[in-house]
């Protein structure tokens, strides 16, 4: 089954080989125009998310480094 669907691939492949040999002439943009935020709200809200989710992770880490007495694999109380 894998050889069959392996030479239908490549005969597939190798029947769409001329439609990648067309030539036109193209266009090339190097600067875009962009439009300019009108606020900062946005800005804000991400690093609000942010910090809230370090202050998160440092408290979690904290906690379990304080309460917890066996910290590796197959240590039993």
Not at 13 to 35: G, H, S
Request: hydrophobic share 45%.
């Amino acid at each position: 089954m894998s050889t069959l669907l392996t030479t239908l691939t490549s005969m597939a492949y190798c029947d769409q080989i001329p439609q990648f040999q067309k030539t036109d002439n193209v266009t090339q943009v190097f600067f875009t125009p962009m439009l300019l935020p009108q606020s900062h709200h946005g800005f804000a809200a991400v690093v609000i998310v942010v910090e809230v989710h370090v202050l998160l992770v440092t408290s979690t880490l904290l906690v379990f480094a304080i309460y917890s007495r066996y910290t590796l694999l197959g240590n039993q109380c």
